[in-house]
């Protein structure tokens, strides 16, 4: 799955961000490390939030 991220460089090197997935962001020192740590922080946000909502009821919808 592909996720739209937004960068911006820092004076610690670059923050990394999810718009998709509020609260999801992550940093690194070079541009090449933060888009790898957005992976793990995308990965264990997806993971919190199956396991926050594994006991609630749910639907799937289409869109498009």
């Known amino acids: ?3 739209k991220v937004n960068i911006k ?3 610690e090197g670059y923050a990394i961000w999810v ?3 509020p609260g999801c962001w992550s940093q690194g020192a070079t541009e090449e490390e933060a888009l790898e740590n957005i992976k793990d ?3 264990a946000y997806i ?3 199956e396991e926050l ?3 609630k009821e749910a639907r799937y919808v ?3």
Do not use: C, N, R
Request: glycine share 14%; no cysteine; aromatic share 4%.
């Open 1 to 3: 799955m592909k996720y």
């Open 47 to 49: 993971d919190t939030a």
């Open 41 to 43: 922080a995308i990965k």
């Open 9 to 11: 460089e820092t004076d």
């Open 53 to 55: 909502g594994k006991d």
């Open 19 to 21: 718009p998709g997935l």
């Open 62 to 64: 289409e869109v498009g």
